[in-house]
């Protein structure tokens, strides 16, 4: 029996295609794009082809618009710390949110060693912040907002359109990390109307270690990987081509299904919701209830542990996460699942159930089956538990 | 006919053992190395295997000291950006060589726009660093010297064991960029000495854009990329498991074969100087006669352009270059041959011939027999080849 993976916010499964590409790109051996010959046309034109699919999947206004990176992570450093460097005489102050992944937070501890002060902005309890609370943040010295597009715990989508509007009325440079949102739900960058946005390829079942960084045309931002001319300038180093045209297939599927994978991951999510409540009782479900991404539940089980669910599970062959998989080396309660209001003990016992277009309802089914067995069984041996209902 | 590939600095072909692993890898469908179930355990596995396999080429002491990155590009930025972050209490004075590869050079020159000072230490006309002269450069201020291991240009390989050794008893951090001898040359980070050495997988057969950085254990270096906590906190960001694998298997075959590769190309090199110095005259083989990489000839032909060489050898099937391939977009004359004493018209006629070991020696016998026709067809249209020769 194979693993059902309800876990695909660490990394989705490589697409058919993705692979077919990626394979027949290990297998064309090709040259280096910056080369001045024919080994090198060949390259460059697989590295432009693969551009134009990821501008169009983000409705870009030019695939220029757009530098490779080697994934969210170098997405977001390139974008904050690349503004910061090139504002730094303008002003030192940074706007976030305190529910931001960790590439963000940091990043931006980081630049505090170097003079540079971060207004955190709260989020309501269903971790949605409020662009008036950024609009009152903003100063004279404010460079750079970086609010992200949708949070990769709870999947709580922030009002981005509106504040990047303040963001443009007080010329101010506004970041969102997509990563978690690329691929899953339609973005427009021109929509959006922000300045730089960070995606990563492994969200949209392309490869791990690729992604990119939206720069619109004109905006005040350094490399972060100084040397060759690469990517326009604005990023150096030899390009990974094999995981970009990987990257470009899934841009183009991702783009091409759209309607149909929203409507599928819907349907799991009503059915895992449903199931939830009808079958446990003492959960919360975390994030907006509207505002949110359609392929992540965030559920915290009261009286019991994240890390004991996640190990019996596994036992039956189903993976989940407590949490973001590059937190997992962590012990320390979420910062996301606090900032909404859950106390320790609830948060302790939280899954992040994530899914994509390869998961069934039988998957679903599957996995409520053995939760209520698992949650049942914990609870069993939970004092609190036997405390509270005995 | 396949084209004759002698522009190897560029990028090296994918090994068929390299190939096989990472079609492998794109099939298997690895999970995220860092997800706390099945799915990520294999993963986690399969990167620890490839970080042995690089260990072990360069003799690192323990796998812990090497950090995946995405080239040779960010192994450099991140050991320069980061030993200049971690130590910037401590002193802003950085030594190089004026010979160094541009991802070396343009990051000083980034961190001299924050009050950073660099040293720019000369070469002697074949290019070689007097270790005397980094003596001299030291301060009390120094925090880092930054030597090339082997010259992307010229091939010239340096004193870095006399270096390491003074750069020790002063307490200065020392990294080498060894991206174009990894793999070619024997490297032994311990006999060696250095405190930080960057590489990249496509200088020996492995994919783009995948590389490393050897951080000694005790280095004091910060991270260049901020986020989860991957690579040991070292570097974040999901890793390109698939590109990773490829260059674990890459370094492999490197450590096995390193004995015949490096007879092959030597007598290719030696094929390929002799034939140059019998058939064609007005010639300067740059760099130095010994301490230099096999597998690389630059070679100066007076009173005609590189580029003219470059596209007429083009249209006959063979590829070589100019100067490195990541500073192709730009069009000045190349910093490493006006540091060894070429004057500007000789570094315009000047070809960087390289090979590997898919190379044979009638390819060379090949490409002789073209050069000498195209070099003399330039030549006849050249008004300072007739004024000089008339």
């Given at each position: 029996m194979g693993i059902i993976n309800l876990?695909?916010?660490s990394g989705n499964p490589l697409l058919p295609e993705v692979q077919a590409a990626m394979i027949e790109a290990v297998r064309t051996n090709y040259g280096n794009?910056?080369?001045?010959h024919h080994l090198g046309d060949q390259a460059a034109e697989a590295l432009e082809q693969a551009r134009q699919s990821v501008a169009r999947l983000i409705n870009?206004?030019?695939?220029?618009?757009i530098v490779f990176t080697s994934g969210g992570t170098e997405s977001i450093n390139h974008a904050i710390k690349g503004v910061a460097a090139a504002k730094r005489e303008q002003g030192r102050h940074i706007i976030a949110s305190n529910i931001e992944h960790n590439s963000v937070l940091k990043t931006l501890r980081r630049l505090m060693g170097f003079g540079y002060t971060v207004t955190s902005v709260p989020v309501d309890g269903d971790g949605r912040v409020n662009p008036d609370d950024i609009a009152k943040a903003?100063?004279?010295?404010?460079i750079l907002i970086s609010i992200m597009h949708?949070?990769?715990?709870?999947?709580t989508i922030q009002p981005i359109e509106e504040i990047a509007r303040i963001a443009r009325e007080k010329k101010v440079i506004f970041h969102t990390d997509a990563v978690t949102s690329i691929g899953v739900v339609p973005i427009d960058v021109r929509k959006l109307g922000v300045d730089l946005l960070s995606f990563a390829a492994n969200q949209f079942h392309g490869p791990a270690g690729v992604g990119g960084l939206y720069i619109r045309k004109g905006t005040s931002i350094w490399p972060l990987l100084d040397g060759g001319a690469q990517e326009n300038n604005r990023r150096a180093g030899t390009e990974n081509l094999i995981s970009i045209i990987g990257m470009g297939v899934a841009a183009q599927l991702a783009a091409k299904e759209m309607g149909a994978r929203l409507n599928h991951v819907k349907k799991l999510r009503d059915r895992l919701l449903k199931g939830l409540n009808e079958k446990i009782d003492d959960i919360y479900i975390n994030g907006h209830p509207e505002h949110c991404l359609p392929n992540i539940v965030s559920v915290s089980i009261s009286y019991i542990e994240g890390e004991s669910i996640v190990l019996m599970l596994e036992e039956e062959g189903i993976a989940v996460s407590t949490r973001s998989a590059c937190a997992s080396g962590s012990l320390r309660a979420s910062h996301v699942l606090s900032s909404i209001g859950r106390d320790w003990a609830s948060a302790q016992g939280t899954l992040v159930i994530s899914f994509g277009k390869d998961n069934t309802e039988g998957e679903i089914d599957r996995f409520l089956d053995v939760l209520v067995t698992v949650v049942q069984t914990l609870r069993n041996m939970s004092p609190l538990y036997v405390r509270a209902k005995g």
């Open positions: 876990d695909h916010i794009p910056s080369s001045p870009s206004a030019s695939p220029k618009e903003i100063t004279d010295k404010t949708s949070n990769n715990e709870i999947g």
